[in-house]
């Protein structure tokens, strides 16, 4: 539980607007479903108290989450040898998501490529590593 929380408190502090470097699967899909679990999960508590409250909570979250989800996806194309706009392919309709999901899913490139060196996201990372 830990490493989930360094992982998703790395890429929300220290990678919020950084579309630099490669994210590989295990940091990408460790956020992304950390992130909607809580999401949820907060919605959810919001949306039963007031429709309203839901609402507003949801714009929040929708809002400052946007810059670190699409910094991650760009991330996740660099480690795959590709160009940020690649994220755009979800945007083609039926196929797009089909398409994106596969790259998202796709192993990470094993050697360094013109974004950086392979990244070394350890699930084994102390918590004390990312407070920096």
């Known amino acids: 539980m830990n490493q989930i929380i360094a992982i998703v408190k790395d890429v929300l502090l220290n990678k919020y607007a950084k579309i630099t470097g490669r ?3 295990t940091e990408f899909w460790t956020y992304v479903l950390t992130v909607a679990i809580v999401v949820g999960i907060v919605n959810g508590i919001c949306y039963a108290i007031s429709s309203y409250l839901g609402y507003v909570i949801s714009t929040i ?3 400052a989450l946007i810059v670190p ?3 991650i996806s760009v991330r996740r194309m660099h480690d795959l040898g590709k ?3 690649y994220i755009f392919v979800a ?3 039926l196929v ?3 398409w994106y999901l596969v790259l998202l899913l796709t192993p990470s490139e094993q050697q360094a490529n013109r974004f950086g060196d392979v990244p ?3 699930l ?3 918590i004390d590593a990312v407070k920096n």
């Open 23 to 25: 994210a590989n699967r």
């Open 61 to 63: 979250l929708c809002l």
């Open 69 to 71: 989800n699409i910094c």
């Open 83 to 85: 160009g940020g706009g």
């Open 91 to 93: 945007c083609i309709p």
């Open 96 to 98: 797009g998501w089909i």
């Open 120 to 122: 070394t996201t350890d």
């Open 124 to 126: 084994n990372i102390p």
